[in-house]
């Protein structure tokens, strides 16, 4: 479908981000007469992906794991690697000819008299809507711990781990109870002394489950809140660990024992509840991200937890401002591959309906063409 022609920097829609959200929300755009462009602060294709650890797998299989309009390529060996993930995403953006422009990093989104202008340090583009599509990779969330100061040793973050070599022989302790957690733990403590820190002993789900199990919970919960029904789910939210191979490995060896936090650093090791102290070199930060939302801080849109006020995907606050893809407060599953296309989907309809009014704006047909 053509697009409205725009000028080198003014659209209908400017998507701040480039991965699997921003994908989708380009999907449905350019079955509109809506002028959009990306913007994406990678050198390539692939979203956070690009930064998943080397050995990174995903616990949903290729049909189970994307976005709208084309399936992504089975794989040979099991689960999509997060290579298997980069270059559909690639492929993607080539198959859909989607405009983007990368490498570019949004510093700020700030109101204009016509709407908003979408500032880097060096250029601008201005736009009717933005739709944020930031995600969570680029903050990661290590939380406060007495004394961290002072420790010597090595400290990184998930979102900075790749593989477990470096860690040969030494003292590591890997904290956090989610599926990073489960999954670094797993391959680290097959080369070095490991200790697990988790705040709670971690749930983890029956062998069989794997996140299409996961992602029909979700939709599930989904279709019944539309409906006003509160539903009693079985055990197991997208939080929960998935058993992926390495995950099963790990607990034949009695590996995935986990310990209650310690109380503070010292510099060579940390102190525990009972006062014991024990050597630590290396400290992995499994502990999750924040939205990365600092280039909407202009709009005065953040609320006290970092996140913005929204109604289904709508900013409440700024109406020209869509966010899609940051966790269950943006939709249900919208944070994964699969379950993004609900939200996405209804974004875009919801901007059409904005921009062009009821009566004019393509609806968009609730199944796609897997084409």
Known sequence: MTHSPATASQYDVVIVGGGQSALAVAYFLRRTRLSFVILDAEQGPGGA??????SLRLFSPATWSSIPGWMMPPTQDGYPSRDHVIDYLKQYEQRYQLPIVRPVRVTSVERTETGLRIKTHDRHWDAKVVVSATGTWSTPFIPHYPGAGLFAGQQLHSANYLQAQPFTGKKVLVIGGGNSGAQILAEVSRVAETTWVTPVEPLFLPDEVDGQVLFERATQRWKAQQEGRV?????????????????VEARSRNALKSVRPFERFTRNGVIWADGSESA?????????????????????VLNAEGRVDVDGTHSIQEPRLWLVGYGEWTGAASATLIG??????????????????????????????QG
């Open 340 to 369: 993004v296309t609900r939200t996405a989907r209804s974004t875009v309809n919801e901007i059409a309906a904005f921009l062009v009014g009821p009566s004019d704006a393509q609806t968009l047909p609730a199944r796609d063409e």
């Open 231 to 247: 539903i009693e789910q079985p055990v197991g939210g997208l939080g929960d660990i998935v058993m992926v191979p390495p995950v």
């Open 49 to 54: 992906w690009r930064h998943g650890w080397n």
């Open 280 to 300: 630590v070199d290396v400290v992995i930060w499994c502990t999750g991200f924040r939205p990365a939302l600092q280039h909407l801080e202009p709009l005065g």
